[in-house]
């Protein structure tokens, strides 16, 4: 399949519109967190992490969100900035909103959980005539992630995000991003992923997220091989589904469709591999990579996150990812 065309004449690689939150990861690890009694702070939120993978890649990134006008509200504004990433149009909110809070319970590498705290957060405030357009012309990607929908008005951000992207040419990559303590009920996440997605150029999801988002869309257990056809029909042009430690598979509109493995891992916590694959994988589309070099590059940086305590701290640098890819297959 012929590389993903980015327009080139553009200052930024991507931005991302979402979620920023808080990530309190528990410290005392492989125990439950009624006795866990510390915890570190980072900060989160898929979108967030994305883009801050982005950055750690050397790729120009920005982000369109709102944050609470708090000490945790400026500690994220703090962090993008530190990270080279463009908070012109991350928004504080006045109303008296709050940081979303994500405590991650490890009760084992392979026993993970998140307790949200979303309540009232200040990103699902973002209203449409806060996102800049300007900011989604000038980049080649726009990332839009699902839980981004959930609610109103930032539900109407995201679809004028995406009609701005249209626009002005900019590609749309869609994480779906199913968090269900954000909906209410499924019929109306299915209702609006459908929204982003028939919009996107390429979507990446587990066989889980697509199955929620596919729920009005004929038999229950759809192939992989299905779902990727059905968005082909729109504005698709790879179609990715995760599937955990049996790796990944992307479907190119063309008709191919390649395998990704896995890299094994010193697991500490599994949270964060969708997020640093999916910077990964986007990074390596934007060096103008095949798909399979790409799904490599974003197992590796997935394998490294999930083998650190935290999901946004732990986004490696290109070298880091190069030398474990090395180091891996010389093991
Ligand atoms: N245990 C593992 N060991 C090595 N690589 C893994 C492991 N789990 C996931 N990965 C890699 O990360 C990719 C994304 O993981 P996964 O399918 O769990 O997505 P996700 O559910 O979105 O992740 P998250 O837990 O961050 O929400 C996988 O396709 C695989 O390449
Ligand atoms: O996206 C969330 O709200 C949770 C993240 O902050 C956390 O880092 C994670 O689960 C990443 O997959």
């Known amino acids: 399949m012929e590389p993903i065309a980015f327009t080139t004449d553009k200052s930024l690689d991507l931005v991302a519109i979402g979620r920023l939150c808080i990530d309190l990861n528990a410290n005392e690890i492989n125990r439950p967190m009624e006795e866990t009694m510390t915890f570190t702070k980072y900060v989160g939120g898929s979108p967030a992490n994305i883009a801050i993978g982005m950055s750690r890649l050397d790729m120009k990134t920005a982000f369109i969100g709102k944050v609470a006008d708090d000490q945790m509200g400026r500690f994220i504004v703090q962090y993008l900035h530190d990270n080279g990433i463009g908070t012109s149009n991350v928004i504080t909110d006045r ?149 955990g430690k049996d790796g990944s598979i992307a479907y190119g509109k063309d008709g191919s469709s390649h395998r990704g493995s896995i890299f094994p891992a010193k697991v500490i916590k599994t949270f964060g591999a969708g997020d640093s694959y999916a910077a990964g994988f986007i990074y390596g589309l934007m060096q103008g990579w095949s798909i399979g070099r790409s799904m490599e590059f974003g197992s590796a940086c997935a394998s490294i996150v999930i083998s650190s305590h935290s999901c946004s701290d732990a986004m490696p640098r290109v070298k880091q990812v190069e030398d474990f890819i090395r180091d891996s297959k010389n093991a």
């Open 95 to 243: 109303t008296g909103a709050v940081t979303g809070l994500a405590f991650t319970e490890i009760k084992s590498p392979e026993d993970c959980s998140i307790l949200m705290y979303r309540d009232n957060v200040a990103d699902l405030r973002l209203e449409p005539g806060e996102v800049d357009e300007s900011l989604i012309a000038a980049s080649k990607v726009l990332l839009v992630s699902g839980t981004a929908l959930a609610k109103s008005p930032s539900r109407e951000a995201v679809l004028l995000a995406l009609r701005y992207a249209r626009k002005h040419g900019t590609k749309v990559v869609f994480d779906i991003d199913y968090r269900p303590y954000t909906w209410t009920n499924p019929q109306e996440t299915a209702i609006y992923y459908h929204a982003a997605a028939e919009k996107s150029d390429i979507i990446i999801g587990t066989r889980e997220e697509f199955d929620m988002l596919e729920q009005f869309d004929g038999n229950a257990e759809r192939s992989d091989e299905v779902t990727a056809a059905q968005w082909f029909g729109h504005h698709a042009e790879i179609v990715v589904i995760k599937h």
